[in-house]
């Protein structure tokens, strides 16, 4: 049976939401930084620093035009296909080794470590993605604590997120709920934490010696400068 002409137009004109809720492609320019390393080894200090910069000049960009392919536009090139390249890439380098998961040192476990506790809680007020990037955030303040990144290194990290309109912080991620998804962790991860943490911009480890200490200090200074610029950021719009 033949199909009209008007249904095709209407399909054709047919145009995507102007503000798409977000979802966890965001990500891939926040996440592609940290899985660049294997076992904390740096791979490619000149790909890291694309990573960032595409996230800091392009992020905005690749928002509003949904991450699509729109080469040779001004000032942005092709900043979607290069953000996708570098997340695939970056994404089978870690696990293409470990299909069976036998280590459980991974990299690719940034971000998810509080966030299936803090998921479940408030679901559905938050997407998967905005959940991961809560715990990315709070991670960063514990390896900022650790002494693993400058203050300017955690600042550009939280900045990097916030350009991708990505939450940093969330009222019942408490204190409380990260102790018991840290002891979920343990459980899961044969007794250890291996908790994967930012030692650089593009650098990563895997640690197993966070004390109770280091979370309560990081916890602090993530509410004191995450929470206080959320309330301020809802005030304003």
């Known amino acids: 049976m033949p199909v009209s002409e008007e249904i095709v137009a209407k399909k054709a004109t047919t145009v995507m939401p102007e503000n798409p809720k977000q979802t966890d492609f965001q990500l891939v320019r926040i996440k592609s930084t940290w899985c660049q390393i294997k076992k904390g080894e740096a791979i490619c200090n000149s790909e890291d620093k694309i990573t960032i910069s595409q996230a800091k000049i392009h992020g905005k960009y690749m928002l509003d035009t949904k991450f699509q392919s729109h080469n040779g536009l001004v000032n942005h090139g092709d900043a979607a296909l290069k953000t996708t390249r570098l997340a695939i890439e970056t994404m089978l380098e870690e696990l293409a080794p470990n299909l069976w998961e036998d280590d459980l040192d991974r990299l690719v476990d940034f971000g998810h470590l509080i966030s299936p506790e803090l998921e479940m809680k408030v679901l559905p ?95 602090q200074l993530w509410a004191s400068e995450c929470k206080t610029t959320m309330e301020e950021d809802f005030l304003i719009h």
């Open 125 to 219: 007020s938050l997407m998967h993605g905005e959940a991961v990037n809560i715990d990315m955030a709070f991670m960063t303040y514990v390896a900022y604590e650790r002494g693993l990144l400058t203050p300017e290194e955690k600042a550009d990290i939280i900045q990097c997120m916030k350009g991708l309109e990505l939450p940093v912080w969330h009222d019942d991620c408490n204190l409380h709920l990260i102790k018991k998804a840290l002891v979920e962790r343990l459980k899961h991860c044969g007794g250890k934490m291996r908790m994967p943490l930012p030692t650089g911009l593009g650098m990563a480890e895997i640690f197993n010696d966070i004390s109770e200490d280091t979370l309560e200090r990081a916890y």
